[in-house]
């Protein structure tokens, strides 16, 4: 018996992962929930069939998209977190002393049950003191919040599905609005590579760049999304995300990561030809 | 007719069993099914080209229904409460006309608010009848024009009793409905037709604490926008008439203009759409309401906007509101609606039904998420944040009283002459000119041209409202009665 798990990353292209076993699957009043456990990869979690993190690969993800800003911001206190009801992200935060308070707005409690039963590996901190976590449309809660927050995470699914709202402009502009006199704003901003994605990827720029004026873009390889290269957005209203770097303080906090380093964070905004361009098309 | 069930959709049966019969078509249209246009084809699909099919006996045909077309039109004519319902395909704006022409000819008077649709001018020129305006009254905080007071009716009844009928928006584009089961009754008793434009008011029909419809409400004719809240294909309408009706001389009068050439298409949505009204319309439109409430108590919050409804309701001239449209006031970000209403569209990618100098309306339906209503209700916060300005020198939309001193038909068969608009202040127009959307006339044929209407019609084209119907498309000109 074969039983394989594939997803279309273009109409002519497919990854597949091998099944051991289905662990779970259902469905929310937003998505279709599943999750797998594979030989390679470990257990991960799809949503509408999507790859949304393995075991294996998902700390590349959420080092990527937490340590980068954390390594500039001096002093963040209050910390936003959208989306990412997998709980990657706030593990991650919590390494942190420094952060008084995580606001997590997930639409989906479905996914945060799911991910607490059956992947406890990124789920493990959501139980933290300093987690609030709050089951909500994202654009409707940072609709209300002014100069609040010193870092926003939005870890949202693809623009087409429930994360379509968090893509926007009228998103973006809010998350601004939400922030601090010196607040930065890290997002999930696509790949660059299929054109499907790459103009996602460019809408999701061009957004950003008409709201903070400090945007930059970095790159990170997560071998089980499409095309394996994958890009983040690092906006802010004061710090430079190379140039204001606190490399030195970062390394004295003795935080152990298996992708980020202050070293690869300076690398990781050096990016391709053909993705600078992309880029710059649209700014 | 009381047996026949509103599940079924006999055009649409017709077309599934056409279908199954492969007929090789030597008839119209040329694209014979869609295989001679494949470019087409493929855009639109096949399933749609494959029915997009001509008259014929066992699909009936609009201009004579006997078979499947009678079916259907009887089944809408029972759902909406009607003596008669007429499928329209070429737009409301048809439905409209042949109301005004079935019962008006030249010369003859008919009652109607100023802020009525371009169709109904249209039919005034058409059929030659005189309209008697009533002032409406307008809202001065918000400056929209409201519904029609019940004694300004019995006025103008008593003062033109040779009237042919009353015309009543029902409800407006804001969503404001005026007194009609007092205004029909009172008509009636005076030998008068009541006439209906529902273009905004398909769902009062299948609506729980929505204001009445114009068939309940005892109506002679409606004009019903299936195609906007009702939710069949664009241009697809019904024309509902009351027991008094002759339905023969109206189809006539509907056959005057109407293609011979139906377009199966339309009226396969519309018999769909009815059936799924029936099945489902009250959970559908109860969806839609708290929709619209949600977002009204969400924008109230941002501050500056004035999301509107049934907090208007005076028992006169807003005698009912309608509480799916969702209109918010503008006038307090600083912001004429049609600035916002272009930000919406120009920095958001959300496109909003219109937005006139104070106001903006979101059309919503049974097609909306709440998704898509938090990313309004957070654009329009991002407005407010981003580009809210003092509120002077804003101008409101002012209703002017019209002057008219020809028929619309007179003036616009008149020679004329074309003038710079300043140079046109004193003269009789001899052509609309109207603010689209929501297409209301600031003047018609017939009115005569003054200083107010030509400052505001300036006003309006420097904030960006679409100006439509005169010759000059740019609007620097008016054709005005040759002297």
């Known amino acids: 018996m074969e039983l394989w798990y594939s997803e279309q990353h273009t109409p002519n292209v497919k990854l597949s992962v091998k099944v051991d076993r289905q662990l779970y699957a259902g469905r929310s009043a937003f998505q279709r929930i599943d999750v797998f456990e594979s030989l390679e990869f470990g257990r991960f979690l799809t ?31 209050r910390v936003l977190v959208i989306g990412a009801g997998d709980g990657g992200v706030v593990r991650e935060l919590t390494r942190y002393p420094e952060i008084e308070h995580i606001d997590m707005v997930e639409i989906d409690e479905q996914v945060v049950a799911v991910c607490r039963e059956f992947l406890p590996q990124t789920a493990c901190r959501l139980d933290d003191p300093r987690v609030d976590i709050h089951y909500q449309d994202g654009l409707k809660f940072i609709r209300k919040r002014e100069d609040e927050y010193d870092l926003i995470i939005v870890d949202s699914t693809d ?73 983040f957005g690092f906006a802010s209203k004061r710090y430079h995300p190379t140039g204001d770097l606190r490399a030195k303080e970062w390394n004295a906090l003795g935080l152990k990561t298996g992708y980020y380093n202050t070293n690869l964070h300076k690398g990781a905004f050096y990016l391709p030809n053909y993705v600078e361009e992309a880029l710059r098309d649209v700014e | ?62 201009c004579h229904p006997v078979s499947v077309i009678k079916e259907a039109e009887e089944l809408a ?12 395909v070429n737009g409301t704006t048809s439905a409209v006309q042949a109301m005004i022409l079935s019962v008006c000819k030249k010369g003859d008077k008919i009652i109607l608010p100023r802020n009525v649709h371009r169709s ?40 033109f009793p040779d009237a042919k ?50 068939m309940a409400a005892g109506a002679d004719m409606a004009a019903v926008s299936m195609h906007k809240s009702g939710g069949s294909l664009t241009q697809s309408s019904f024309l509902l008439c009351g027991p008094s009706v002759n339905v023969g001389y109206a189809r006539q009068v509907i056959n005057l203009t109407q293609t011979t050439s139906a377009s199966y298409l339309l009226l396969s949505s519309l018999d769909l759409s009815r059936r799924q009204l029936s099945l489902r319309g009250r959970a559908l439109f109860a969806y839609v309401r708290d929709m619209a409430q949600y977002a009204r108590g969400e924008i109230n919050q941002i501050g500056d906007y004035y999301a509107f409804a049934s907090e208007l309701k005076n028992g006169n001239d807003v005698f009912d509101f309608d509480e799916t ?56 916060s991002e407005i407010r944040r981003r580009y809210r300005k003092d509120r002077g020198g804003m101008m409101r939309s002012e209703y002017i009283s019209p002057a008219v ?79």
């Open chain 2, 120 to 159: 109904v001018m249209g039919a005034l020129i058409l059929c030659g009848a005189v309209p008697v305006y009533l002032n409406p009254q307008v809202n001065a905080e918000l400056g929209i024009p409201l519904g029609m007071r019940l004694d300004d009716v019995k006025e103008a009844i008593a003062a």
């Open chain 2, 77 to 88: 004519a029972e759902a909406f409460g009607a003596a008669h319902a007429f499928f329209i």
């Open chain 2, 325 to 380: 449209k969702l209109s918010v006031n503008t006038i307090g970000v600083g912001l004429a609606g049609i600035e916002v209403y272009d930000l919406l569209r120009d920095e958001y990618d959300i496109q909003i039904e219109f937005g006139d100098l104070g106001n903006i309306l979101a059309y919503l339906s049974v097609g909306d998420t709440h998704k898509n209503i938090e990313r309004l209700i957070g654009a329009l």
């Open chain 1, 159 to 231: 623009p087409f599905g429930p994360g379509e709202g968090l893509f926007t402009k009228e998103f973006y502009g809010n998350c601004y609005k939400a922030l601090t006199a010196d607040g930065v704003m890290v997002n999930q901003h696509e790949s660059p590579f299929y054109p499907e994605d790459l103009s996602a990827m460019q809408r999701a720029h061009k957004r950003i760049v008409e709201s903070f004026h400090i945007s930059r873009v970095y790159q990170a390889h997560i071998p089980t999304y499409p095309s394996g290269h994958w890009l």
């Open chain 2, 1 to 62: 007719m009381p047996g026949q069930s509103q599940a079924r959709a006999p055009i649409y049966e017709a077309l599934r069993g056409f279908e199954r019969m492969r007929v090789v078509p030597f008839d119209v249209p040329g694209h014979k099914r869609g295989r001679g246009n494949r470019e087409l084809t493929d855009f639109l699909g096949e399933n749609c080209l494959r029915h997009d099919v001509n008259s014929m006996r066992p699909l009936d045909n609009l």
């Open chain 2, 405 to 483: 001193e020809l028929s619309p038909q007179t003036a616009f068969y008149a020679d004329k002459e074309s003038l710079p608009l300043l140079q046109s202040v004193g003269r009789v127009c001899a052509e609309f000119v109207m603010c689209y959307p929501p297409g209301i006339p600031i003047l018609a044929p017939g009115e005569r041209v003054t200083r107010d209407i030509i400052d505001y019609i300036r006003y309006a084209k420097e904030k960006g409202c679409s100006m439509t119907g005169p010759e000059d498309m740019d609007i620097e000109r008016l054709n005005v009665i040759a002297e």
């Open chain 2, 165 to 214: 009928a009353v015309l009543v928006n029902n409800p407006t584009y804001y969503g404001v409905c005026s007194a009609l089961a007092d205004i029909t009754a009172f008509a009636h008793e005076h030998g008068m037709a009541v006439l209906a434009d529902e273009a905004h008011g398909t769902h009062f029909y299948f609506g729980d604490g929505l204001p009445v419809s114009a």
């Open chain 1, 47 to 77: 949503l509408d069939g999507y790859m949304m993190l393995t075991e294996k690969d998902e700390f590349i993800y959420h080092e990527m998209i937490t340590h980068v800003p954390m390594a500039v911001h001096p002093r963040v206190r």
